[in-house]
């Protein structure tokens, strides 16, 4: 069967700090992956997404970035942290478009 | 996307059956809808997805009238571990060639014993 992983679950850094977020999709091949931000009291945002290695596509202009350096992982990375920064971040993985996704635990990053 | 509308909060008690509505009144031909349930701390899980009429499954059944610019996921005998935030999406099919879901605010339903 197929797990996801996020680590770490929670992570408290001072602004202006970088950030490394990592995610990993096993039992599947060439997912489609995602990384996500829920600010409290709202709902997900789309950050990244990928379809394969190398191949990161954005979808809000923001101090993030994202990698993928092995088919089954997924980095979301800043050099530098903002408060808005703060949040609930999700990875998710797809087999392909016609399933639905599936959600990682979370990280939770509080930047102060 | 097609823009969803959801009440932002609902109570229930326990036992009883919720139903919560969902208004998309601009949704494409081609566009699905699906309900995803979020526990507090949690990524969201899929629950339900359906194009139109009636769709059921162990967890809960979709409806959808014909004109599809809403759909009402009812929610059968309800439990305290059903408290969740309930979104509703409308898009591609499990969310299309790029997976992109839309997530609004949802809705916060609360089940009390």
């Known amino acids: 069967s197929q797990t996801i992983h996020q680590w770490p679950a929670t992570l408290v850094q001072p602004v202006g700090s970088p950030l490394s977020l990592e995610c990993t999709v096993e039992?599947?091949?060439?997912?489609?992956l995602y990384w996500y931000r829920q600010a409290a009291g709202r709902g997900l945002q789309l950050l990244f997404y990928s379809v394969g290695i190398g191949q990161i596509s954005s979808e809000v202009p923001q101090n993030l970035s994202a990698s993928r350096p092995q088919d089954r992982q997924f980095i979301l990375s800043s050099k530098k942290l903002l408060l808005s920064d703060s949040g609930f971040y999700l990875c998710?993985?797809?087999?392909?478009?016609?399933?639905?996704?599936?959600f990682g635990p979370g990280t939770r990053l509080t930047v102060l | 996307l097609a823009k969803t509308t959801q009440p932002i909060s609902m109570d229930s008690y326990e036992g009883q059956e919720v139903n919560i509505t969902c208004s998309h009144n601009?949704?494409?031909?081609?566009?699905?809808i699906t309900w995803y349930q979020q526990f507090p701390s949690q990524g969201p899980r899929f629950i339900i997805q359906?194009?139109?009429t009636k769709v059921t499954n162990e967890v809960a059944s979709l409806f959808i009238p014909a004109d599809r610019k809403s759909s009402t996921l009812s929610l059968p005998r309800v439990s305290l571990s059903d408290t969740a935030v309930y979104y509703c999406?409308?898009?591609?099919?499990?969310?299309?060639?790029?997976?992109?879901?839309?997530f609004g605010k949802g809705t916060k339903l609360s089940v009390k014993p």
């Open positions: 601009n949704i494409a031909t081609n566009d699905y």
């Open positions: 998710a993985w797809q087999e392909n478009p016609y399933n639905e996704q599936f």
């Open positions: 039992g599947t091949s060439n997912p489609n």
């Open positions: 359906g194009y139109k």
């Open positions: 999406l409308v898009g591609l099919r499990y969310g299309g060639s790029q997976g992109n879901l839309i």
